[in-house]
């Protein structure tokens, strides 16, 4: 296990409905970053947060927003859910940003209907 | 934008036969992970690879690191059942993020 918790493991939301999930990093880790993986493909880049601040992002819409806490636990929002945001979103940690093994959580699987 | 390639995207093998994927980057990379998903799970670290030419080995699994640090390959040797999943190839390149491949899904049969 990684010690990365991410909540809730499921749920289902309808287009244009709103949607936050949470992760909480491995224990030390400063860093986080999330990604989403369409079935069949590979994690895609979305964003990472470093000490509470935003530290790189993706080819994501501003409607897919963040945040980290001061216990480094992160925050996924995206707004105005599109039919193609159906993925599994996976949050990972790590101790350094830019560099190192990625820890990832067990993920939040995504159904937009 | 930077882009990582992997080949091939599906393999199916017998059980004890050997497996390759291989993996290309549009850019020069700083450095290379590979991870491993398997069916229902997340991706897990494998290993980084760093020095150009670089060749590291786990057990059964040997990894490569090209010498324009531009592509990679994992081999397993003797596949076993435990080896079905998906492996990636991340790419990172200065001042970027890992950039994952699409992934090759190894299938075993017994």
């Known amino acids: 296990e990684t010690g990365v918790t991410q909540s809730p493991t499921h749920l289902i939301k309808t287009r244009g409905q709103q949607v936050t999930l949470r992760c909480s990093s491995q224990s030390g880790h400063n860093t986080v970053s999330w990604y989403q993986q369409a079935l069949g493909q590979g994690p895609q880049f979305i964003f990472q947060y470093y000490r509470e601040e935003e530290n790189g992002r993706g080819n994501f819409p501003p409607r897919f927003s963040g945040l980290q806490f001061p216990n480094y636990s992160s925050e996924l929002n995206v707004n105005a859910l599109e039919l193609d945001d159906s993925a599994l979103y996976l949050c990972a940690s790590s101790f350094l940003a830019n560099t190192g093994e990625l820890f990832f959580g067990e993920g939040s699987r995504l159904t937009v209907l | ?110």
């Open chain 2, 1 to 110: 934008g930077q882009q990582v390639m992997q080949i091939p995207q599906y393999q199916h093998v017998q059980e004890g036969e050997d497996f390759t994927t291989y993996c290309n980057s549009s850019t020069t990379l700083s450095n290379i992970q590979w991870y491993k998903q398997r069916p229902g799970g997340h991706p897990v670290f494998l290993i980084q690879l760093v020095k150009s030419g670089e060749v590291k080995k786990q057990k059964r699994l040997t990894f490569q690191f090209g010498e324009a640090k531009k592509n990679s390959s994992l081999h397993i040797t003797a596949t076993q059942t435990t080896d079905v999943g998906t492996y990636f190839c991340a790419g990172e390149t200065s001042g970027s993020r890992l950039t994952f491949g699409e992934g090759t899904q190894l299938t075993v049969n017994p």
